[in-house]
């Protein structure tokens, strides 16, 4: 998923509707492009650990940081062996679909005719990133929301798992004291390469924080305000992904947030039947996918909760 991403002028060149005239699963050289397409679309779905699934149940290894091995060595005697992490995480992928039609005016009155098809097909493939995004860190399975309640996201994830470090804001405005302390109330093992952590908030509290800081008459306030410098605060960047709630904010390295993404992606597609011919449609397309989403280390996550939204 490395390379050069340039949002916007990216082509879904390998997956194409005539290679799924009947429907079909997308190849390792197909999933690899649409799956670049719809990590360059969100936010922070580039940076998580992204794991492609074999089955829809699998364990997957923890890579495990912050741990101390190290150990003084003492003359003429055996140092004790460090024990390999054997640990895994149980990823249990469920499915969805992301269905969607198109008519024949949408393909008889633009200038790309049948081509239209394949463009929407990208377009698709990024509307699945960015609610990809949205569902890992807002999913709910307790939620009636249809579609939160599809899977347990990030964040349901962290708390259920024990313990996260939560951080209370008493329903106060956003400003520096959430950021410290967060960062206090992460264990000491996670902090020691800070350089891996980020925050992460909604594009409102990231907005507000900028609010914050220029109405503070400082150097780095008037920079903000004058030519748009991005907030830092104590030296880690904000992320915003999508719909992430404003009264939440993260602190985690992106690293320890799994994504898993079970192989057989599968694009199906139809342009025959009644629904077709009734309502003079060009096809009817349906991305069925199964997914889960798993925080590695709970206690390598800190939360903010009660952060004011106003």
């Known amino acids: 998923m490395s390379g050069e991403r340039i949002a916007g002028e990216r082509s879904l060149n390998k997956v194409t509707t005539s290679d799924f005239s009947g429907g079909g699963l997308l190849n390792r050289q197909q999933f690899d492009e649409f799956f670049q397409i719809a990590q360059d679309s969100a936010q922070i779905m580039d940076q998580v650990r992204f794991e492609r699934l074999q089955g829809p149940k699998q364990q997957i290894d923890r890579i495990g940081v912050g741990e101390r091995l190290l150990r003084e060595a003492t003359e003429a005697q055996s140092g004790s062996l460090n024990d390999p ?45 960015v609610d990809s995004e949205d569902l890992a860190f807002n999913g709910d399975t307790t939620s009636g929301d249809p579609f939160l309640g599809i899977n347990d996201g990030w964040i349901k994830d962290a708390e259920d798992q024990g313990p996260a470090a939560n951080v209370d804001h008493q329903t106060a405005t956003i400003d520096k004291s959430i950021f410290s302390n967060l960062m206090t109330s992460l264990d000491a093992k996670y902090r020691r390469n800070p350089e891996n952590l980020v925050y992460i908030t909604s594009l409102n509290q990231k907005q507000n924080y900028k609010e914050y800081l220029t109405d503070r008459s400082t150097a780095a306030g008037d920079a903000m305000l004058m030519s748009g410098e991005e907030p830092t605060p104590y030296g880690r960047p904000i992320v915003t992904p999508v719909g992430f709630p404003d009264d939440r904010i993260m602190l985690t390295t992106p690293m320890n947030l799994v994504w898993g993404v079970h192989r057989d992606v599968n694009m199906r597609v139809t342009q025959e039947g009644e629904a077709v011919v009734t309502r003079d449609l060009y096809g009817i397309y349906n991305l069925l996918a199964r997914t889960d989403y798993k925080v590695e280390a709970a206690d390598a996550v800190a939360l903010a909760q009660n952060v004011a939204t106003a």
């Open 85 to 129: 992490n054997t640990e895994s995480i149980d990823m249990d992928a469920v499915k969805m679909e992301l269905p969607w039609e198109v008519s024949m005016e949408t393909v008889e009155d633009t200038i790309e005719g049948e081509g239209t098809a394949d463009i929407l097909v990208e377009k698709f493939a990024r509307q699945f990133g």
